[in-house]
């Protein structure tokens, strides 16, 4: 959410910087608002200054014998007006709710307007893979080596489902283990998570309401209800909601493994078939909780440890600086790290990092204190590492030999009982 004080301060800016993103907006009906209920309080607090005063000299004035029936009259008279003017307050706030709750954040100044296609490319590591050989994409791969049962995983569940088996469901487990080793080796603690969630999660990290069409419902979508959650990122950035952390607890550096559920599938396009695009998939997740001015140091060590375990896999890919619209609404920044996926000869995103600013921390009530000064709200981050459902295409594809086997990455073939060939 973003701060009203900034709005009040510097709406055309806010207004041009949002506009980057997409997101047009005039502040006029917001500034209205908050006006109005500005001056609302101001009466209604010397209201009930006065009621208070007043009500400390009726034990005084019956003490001396004077008439109070009439103070009553007006005590009752004054109350009345302050519950009217609390009302008028309270549909204010909501109005004002409304609004601020629909904004996305503030992009970055340094991020350039438009969608994806002003992305830019800003770091490639490794070669493209070359092959002297027909090459096969991973749903081939997968099939003939049987890796992956497709069919029943429609049978069971529908489109945009599949089943692990024998040695890809062993592949699999051995990402997630790699990744879990990794984290735990740079100090971060491991949480495994409640996959369904309450209303206030999704709130907090910026996705409810406008995107509650995006997730699976429990029951009846509602406040009162539980939805699945997209990504470990919607529960770890809630933990310390309506919390004060102390400052020497920060950076809280946490991660988690989930499978992910996501309304949003694939479609029948070629470069989305197979595991590329689904309604489940598996995900490791990082997220760090910070003072603003370690804001940036967080996002560079969580884009630095996500680049890192690509690159121990060998696996070819690019790093790129999204433009303002392909940033999500919840995002003042992000970064994405893109897998080369030879068959289709295209980069596909295996890891967001992304930069929340203050504006989770504010739906959620997140603040952190310096000694005995007034309560800051934190900076939240996040970054995958990694979704799987990309990298193990990508490991398929990349390290695919002429015979049909797939070589196992050096990294993960402690994990799978020494094997260096999947055959």
Same mark, same amino acid.
């Given at each position: 959410m973003i701060d009203i004080n900034k709005i009040r301060e510097n709406s055309q800016e806010i207004a041009k910087? &949002? #506009?980057? =993103?997409? @997101?047009e907006i005039n502040f006029s009906e917001l500034l209205s608002l908050d006006k109005e209920k500005r001056e609302l309080l101001t009466i209604c607090e010397n209201k009930k200054a006065n009621k208070n005063k007043v009500s400390t000299l009726i034990p005084v004035y019956k003490k001396e014998g004077k008439e109070v029936e009439s103070v009553f009259l007006d005590m009752k008279k004054l109350g009345d007006e302050i519950v009217k003017l609390d009302q008028k307050i309270s549909i204010i706030d909501k109005k004002m709710n409304d609004i601020l709750f629909s904004l996305p954040n503030i992009p970055d100044n340094d991020l350039v307007a438009g969608g994806k296609e002003n992305n830019e490319v800003v770091k490639k590591v490794g070669k493209v893979p070359s092959f002297d050989f027909k090459i096969k994409d991973h749903v $081939? &791969?997968?099939e003939q080596l049987k890796l992956i049962d497709y069919e029943r995983g429609v049978k069971l569940a529908g489109s945009g489902h599949w089943i692990y088996k024998g040695m890809g469901a062993k592949l699999e487990w051995a990402l997630l283990n790699f990744f879990i080793d990794e984290h735990l080796a740079d100090g971060y603690e491991f949480m495994l998570l409640p996959h369904m969630l309450n209303y206030e999660c999704g709130f907090g990290a910026g996705q409810f309401p406008k995107f509650v069409d995006e997730v699976f419902w429990v029951d009846n979508k509602s406040e009162n209800n539980k939805f699945l959650l997209p990504t470990a990122e919607t529960a770890l950035v809630n933990l310390y909601r309506n919390e004060i952390i102390k400052e020497e607890n920060l950076p809280i550096k946490i991660f988690a493994y989930t499978p992910c559920y996501r309304r949003e599938a694939g479609s029948y396009r070629t470069e989305e078939r197979g595991m590329i695009r689904g309604y489940q998939f598996n995900k490791v997740e990082m997220v760090q909780i910070t003072t603003p001015e370690n804001s940036d140091k967080a996002f560079d060590e969580l #884009?630095? =440890?996500? $680049? %890192?375990?690509?690159e121990k896999l060998g696996l070819h890919f690019q790093v790129s600086k999204l433009a303002a619209g392909d940033c999500s609404a919840s995002m003042a920044r992000t970064y994405d790290i893109e897998v080369?996926?030879?068959s289709m000869k295209i980069y596909k995103e295996v890891s967001s990092a992304s930069n929340a600013r203050d504006y989770q921390a504010r739906r959620s009530n997140m603040r952190f204190r310096k000694d005995t000064k007034k309560p800051e709200f934190v900076h939240t981050l996040n970054a995958s590492g990694l979704a799987t459902s990309r990298i193990f295409p990508a490991i398929i594809e990349q390290y695919q030999n002429a015979d049909g086997s797939v070589t196992v990455p050096q990294v993960l073939? %402690? @994990?799978?009982g020494g094997i260096t060939e999947i055959r």
């Open positions: 910087q &949002l #506009l980057k =993103k997409g @997101y $081939e &791969l997968c #884009l630095g =440890k996500a $680049e %890192k375990i690509v080369w996926i030879p073939r %402690k @994990y799978m």
